[in-house]
């Protein structure tokens, strides 16, 4: 098998005496839909944060692209390819959803992500941009300031700033939050394609669209992993079945 794209072994994170991750391996390889599922309180944010560098390990390596990731911060593993789907309060509010892409397109091409405005109409910019917000869905929206967007279009913001940066691994978590039935089902369509782009390490409460995405699922409760196969593997695995899909 090929190596992984994203290995984690053994990680490690406490705060004071609750052990947020406790021991957590998995990894995430080329083509697949990874899901992360667990109750609340798991962990499994915790460990996102961890993989992007904004919590560091008590103890454990993460390894992407073959590479330890201990040394680098947030922006560095970013330029590296880890993809991940900003969270609401990281947009710029009063840019439009055109220009809040643009940042993430201008960080790719090498300044650091937003510190630096772009120049309206850059056309550099503009283009690779308007292309990523066709590709959510939001292009007639363009213009929009982004606290002007519903809660909907701001996640298809998120991801269309995610995509811009051009990834090698996507990370997402709870992508599907307060979307809807009609929002859930079109994103499950576009993350079904897009893991052909870059696997996705996907920690999602919606089984549904769990059931229909996942490749391999992974079992998280109190910060161990009890379980990883495949969706009938887990779906048919009574530990998981008693822990967290409630009988
Ligand atoms: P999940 O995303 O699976 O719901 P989290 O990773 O957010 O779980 O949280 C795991 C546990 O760690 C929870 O008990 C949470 O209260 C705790 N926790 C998370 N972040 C912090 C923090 N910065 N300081 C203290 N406790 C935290
Ligand atoms: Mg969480």
Redesign the pocket.
Known sequence: MAEPILQLSEIRKT??A?K??DGVSLDLRKGEIHALI??????????I?QICGS?RPDSGTIRFLGEDMAGLDMAARVRKGLGRSFQISSLAPEFSALRNVMLAVQARQGSSYRFFRPVAGDRSLTGPAMAMLERVGLEKRAKVPAAELSHGERRQLEIAIALALEPKAFLF?EPMAGLGPEGSKRLTGFLDGLRHEAPILL?EHDMDAVFALADRISV?VY?RIIATGTVAEIRSDPEVRRAYLGD
């Open positions: 705060f004071g609750l947020a991750t667990g109750p609340n309180g798991a962990g499994k944010s915790t460990l944060h919590i978590d920690v998280l910060g």
